[in-house]
């Protein structure tokens, strides 16, 4: 299989990219990090803090009946705080394990363009091409805010551009 794998911090452009990349290679585009918000969703749902990691981590055992049961939760997984609450909770390695046997699952079957935190290092590491793709914070918050203007969501430029921020550090301070 031929596997390209696409990383970096939020909002610097990896999934239009792949999108993009995928439909003009006919690949399978796989958002690892609508995985993570699934999952960051249902926490949510459900009422569990997010660092509640013994809760969340005996729920990653059973993620795949429950996340996948029947809803498309597309339309829920982009907001402010779904965006925060997958960060923490893609800490814990309970969770992480989990959506990594998926994805490199889905990558042994298909040629697939995947794009996440953790794509080249970790999940795909002899992925044919590897790209690391960012931007400033600044130039990223404008790409979320415009992305959620268009979906009709109200919100502040400024506060986006405070939780990238706090995301990136979250995210890239993690220990897994
Ligand atoms: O790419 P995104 O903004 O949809 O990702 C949402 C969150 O999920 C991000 O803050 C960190 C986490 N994530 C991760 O830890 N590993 C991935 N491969 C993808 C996302």
């Known amino acids: 299989m031929?596997?390209?794998?696409?990383?970096?911090p939020a909002g610097a452009g990896k999934s239009t990219i792949a999108k993009k990349a995928a439909n003009k290679l006919d690949f399978i585009y796989v958002d690892t990090g609508a995985m993570y918000r699934a999952i960051a969703l249902y926490f949510i749902r459900n009422g569990v803090a997010a660092d509640d990691e013994k809760t969340i981590s005996d729920y990653a055992d059973g993620v795949q009946q429950v996340i996948l049961n029947g809803e498309n939760v597309n339309?829920?997984?982009?907001?402010?705080?779904?965006?925060?609450?997958?960060?923490?909770v893609s800490k814990y390695p309970a969770v992480r394990e989990k959506l990594l046997n998926l994805q490199r699952q889905l990558a042994t079957e298909k040629n697939v363009i995947m794009d996440g935190r953790d794509i080249g290092t970790c999940v795909l590491p002899d992925a044919k091409t590897k790209i690391f793709l960012t931007a400033s914070a600044g130039e990223r918050a404008r790409r979320r805010y415009k992305e959620q203007v268009e979906r009709g969501i109200e919100c502040d430029i400024k506060q986006i551009e405070k939780d990238i921020i706090a995301r990136d550090e979250q995210d890239m301070n993690r220990e897994i």
């Open 2 to 8: 031929y596997n390209i794998a696409i990383d970096g």
């Open 75 to 88: 339309d829920y997984i982009r907001t402010e705080q779904v965006s925060m609450m997958t960060s923490s």
